[in-house]
């Protein structure tokens, strides 16, 4: 652990964020937790402060555009830098191409595109002064989009491309990006598809989860600390040469290379 050093991470409530955040307890000494659930920032705050670090809790809707400003002031205020903001916050409909609405299309974008671009502009002045890190989380629909998750493959492309923006930026100002593309980690979001998919395919919740690695092309599902752990890389001394990178851990559902 460095002497002091500070994390931003989203979506700190539950799934992949809060793996995250419990994960980054051990390499960071202080934590800002954001998302909007505050009972649920409350729990991985306490967990956080029981692995060793410091933890602040900000309940806040990412989708908003006073957010950023409220997440790094706290920060600053808190703990006076900012070493490595790991975006995962999201929330993205899965509704079919045909069905869905442009309200839908802009909530989706304006929680995990718009909410995640807006707080890293606010943030770069800090990750420049402590040269730190970025990742943004994508999803590997991006690779493969599809008319029933078009929404969230179009935006998970272009948090590809916005994270590889940044990056650009970052080689000159000595901020390092990068996105992560998981596939398929069993989460509450997941959990919810599988809720929505099953009987629209005459299944049950419990035989489509099932189904689902089978046809998928792989042995099981990610684990939401399998996805932390590959962040927790990503934004250690170790990665500090890895920029501009877009990852993927999926368990090698995409079949491509
Ligand atoms: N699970 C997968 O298979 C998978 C695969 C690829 C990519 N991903 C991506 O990984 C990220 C995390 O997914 P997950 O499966 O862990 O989902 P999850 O369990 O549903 O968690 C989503 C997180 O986003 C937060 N959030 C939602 N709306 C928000 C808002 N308006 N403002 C602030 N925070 C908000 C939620 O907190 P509150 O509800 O408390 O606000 C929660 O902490 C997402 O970006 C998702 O697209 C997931």
Sequence with gaps: MNAKSVAIVTGASQGIGKATALRLAHDFSALVLAARDEENLAATAAEVRSAGAEATVLAVDLRQPESADIVVNS???????????????????????????????????????????????????????????????SGSAALDPKPGFAAVAATNAAIIAIAKAFAEQGIKDGVQVNSVVPGAVMTGRRQSFFEKWAPAHNLSVEEAIKKFPVEAGISRFGRPEEIADLLAYLVSPAAKWLTGASVRMDGGETKGV
């Design 75 to 137: 920060a600053l205020q808190s703990f006076g830098r900012v070493d490595a903001l790991l975006h995962i916050a999201g929330a993205v409909s899965q509704i079919d191409l045909f069905d869905m609405t442009d309200a839908q299309w802009d909530d989706g974008m304006a929680l995990k595109l718009h909410g995640a671009r807006r707080l890293t502009i606010r943030a770069w002045g800090a990750l420049k002064v402590s040269k730190g890190s970025v990742v943004f989380i």
